[in-house]
């Protein structure tokens, strides 16, 4: 049972451009939760969602920034017109439960680098 | 706001010491606390977890201690091992909600032989 597969690793990308990072779930998880790390700094909340819902975007900025979970494939986290403060690295959970004290896995994380 | 504090923000130990790192809180409706190891280049791992009725937890070398009224809780690493050389994360949940986790802003700990 492959964990949780995030791609890709390593994003360069040039102000202006977008970025699309990927979050494929554990198997049977349906819940999906991405989270924002910058240097030196714990773990920010970013969004929950499940299959095809946004259950809670409270941490996600309210421009530029989007995510999404299809019936079918990963979850999207999308970066559109980044900036050098966008460089970060982004890291997706998933659990199978929603409950707050499931254990909920994460991935290896996607750093992204705005140049 | 930040809601979990965290200290010390790095920590060298010697093998075989203890590693002691202590976190606070301000949000008295978190009632799960797990911890998390990070090693570089890699995403953060449940390490132990805690919920406020009891006071303490211990798993192998590792140990949460924790005090309801003061609102703080620590991880304790016994017998420290060079392997241990990680940042680890506190955090808070609420278990009526969801996955929605507030991380302390982590410890750099490194074990010298």
């Known amino acids: 049972n492959a964990g949780v597969m995030q791609n890709p690793r390593h994003l360069v990308r040039r102000r202006g451009q977008e970025a699309r990072l990927r979050c494929s779930p554990m198997?049977?998880?349906?819940?999906v939760y991405w989270y924002r790390q910058l240097p030196e700094e714990g773990l920010k909340f970013m969004v929950y969602l499940q299959k095809e819902n946004i259950i809670d975007e409270s941490g996600m900025p309210k421009e530029r920034f989007s995510a999404e979970f299809p019936k079918e494939g990963p979850s999207i986290l999308r970066i559109q017109q980044v900036v050098r403060g966008d460089s970060a690295a982004y890291f997706c959970?998933?659990?199978?439960?929603?409950?707050?004290?499931?254990?909920?896995?994460f991935g290896q994380g996607t750093r992204l680098t705005v140049v | 706001q930040q809601q979990v504090k965290q200290s010390p923000q790095s920590l060298i130990v010697q093998k075989g010491g203890i590693s002691i790192i202590n976190c606070a809180y301000e949000?008295?409706?978190?009632?799960?606390f797990p911890w998390y190891q990070q090693f570089p280049g890699k995403g953060p791992a449940l390490l132990i977890a805690?919920?406020?009725?009891?006071s303490e937890k211990k798993e192998g070398r590792f140990t949460i201690s924790f005090n309801k009224s003061a609102k703080q809780f620590s991880l304790h690493i016994m017998d420290s091992q060079p392997g241990d050389s990680a940042t680890y994360f506190c955090a808070a949940s609420i278990t009526g909600g969801y996955q929605k986790v507030t991380f302390g802003t982590g410890t750099k700990l490194q074990v010298i032989p």
């Open positions: 949000n008295t409706a978190f009632d799960y």
């Open positions: 805690i919920r406020p009725d009891v």
């Open positions: 198997k049977g998880h349906s819940h």
């Open positions: 959970a998933s659990s199978s439960s929603p409950g707050g004290n499931t254990e909920a896995f």
